[in-house]
């Protein structure tokens, strides 16, 4: 199988989906809604929402039943980046590849398009043609996994652990800690609202946390060495900024190669929970492999 072929023919089914959740720039407000759709429709892997689809995909339900989860998952990750890069937070004037938000329409409005991004997409999660076409209790499932998830016990959680560790000696535990909450939460959240939309056993719903689980920790470690080894072009932003900003990582505790048989490690225990969905879940091993020794 092809991996780079699947993530990009489910990137462009995504991004026909993005753009026709997200509004059109005109009125008032045009300015923060072509701030919106610049960082939402800038490209990616899309990986946390082709998650989403693909155990939907595998708990036996058509993909289009979850893609306004899946589009909510990438407008919460695309608001997450824009505040990421403001000064400050990371201080990057570079995302995949071309000026950060707050670069092109000026910090205020960056800020503010990343909050109606944030709005959006719980807009779009249970917008009418969704809630017709699923359970509403399996709806309101999904729609708490991903407030947590994106929220002070999840993504928001890990990022503030992350900016006051700064300058700071950070213990590994600290450290893993903040990358499931920082990194971890969404992408679980990414896998088990796939299975939840598609109305799955719970025995189902947590093998895919669990899965997640790794590979989002696998996925941050190969991000830390990537930082450090990375090819500025190819991963389209900026190389060295853990570095800048004097944070801990696991290239500072366990060293590049150390690191790297750790991701190893958690992707291989990561795919030894997917043998649950038999085989309709190769893809999804091989996406794993393919994360955790990718070079951008």
Same mark, same amino acid.
């Given at each position: ?58 708990? *036996? $339900?058509? /993909? ?6 899946? @589009?909510? %998952? ?7 980046? &824009? ?100 990194? *971890? $939460?969404? /992408? ?6 796939? @299975?939840? %939309? ?7 719903? &947590? ?90």
């Amino acid at each position: 199988m092809d991996v780079e072929k699947r993530i990009n023919e489910y990137s462009l089914i995504i991004n026909q989906a993005m753009e026709e959740y997200l509004p059109q720039p005109f009125g008032l407000q045009k300015n923060v809604i072509e701030a919106m759709r610049y960082s939402a429709l800038a490209g990616g892997k899309r990986i946390r929402p082709l998650i989403t689809l693909e155990f939907c995909r595998i708990s *036996g $339900a058509d /993909i289009a039943v979850a893609m306004p989860f899946a @589009c909510a %998952i990438e407008m919460v990750h695309t608001y997450s980046l &824009i505040h990421d890069d403001l000064p400050c937070m990371d201080n990057d004037d570079i995302r995949r590849g071309r000026p950060s938000c707050h670069k092109m329409f000026g910090e205020a409005t960056a800020l503010l398009a990343g909050d109606a991004l944030l709005s959006l997409a719980f807009e779009t999660a249970l917008c009418d043609n969704n809630m017709n076409g699923i359970k509403a209790e399996n709806a309101l499932h999904g729609a708490r996994l991903l407030a947590t998830a994106s929220g002070a016990h999840g993504m928001v959680g890990g990022q503030i652990i992350d900016l006051e560790s700064e300058g700071q000696k950070v213990s590994l535990e600290t450290l893993e800690f903040m990358h499931n909450k920082k990194t *971890g $939460a969404m /992408i679980t959240a990414s896998a088990q609202i796939g @299975c939840i %939309i598609a109305g799955a056993p719970k025995e189902l719903i &947590i093998a895919a946390g669990m899965f997640a689980e790794r590979i989002g920790l696998a996925f941050q470690i190969v991000d830390d060495i990537l930082d450090v080894t990375g090819d500025k072009e190819k991963l389209g932003k900026p190389l060295g900024s853990d570095k800048k900003n004097d944070k801990t990582t696991y290239i500072t505790h366990l060293g590049i190669e150390k690191s790297k048989s750790l991701a190893k490690a958690l992707t291989n225990e990561a795919i030894s929970y997917l043998d649950m969905f038999g085989s309709e879940a190769k893809f999804l091993k091989e996406l794993a492999s393919y994360l955790a020794f990718r070079d951008r």
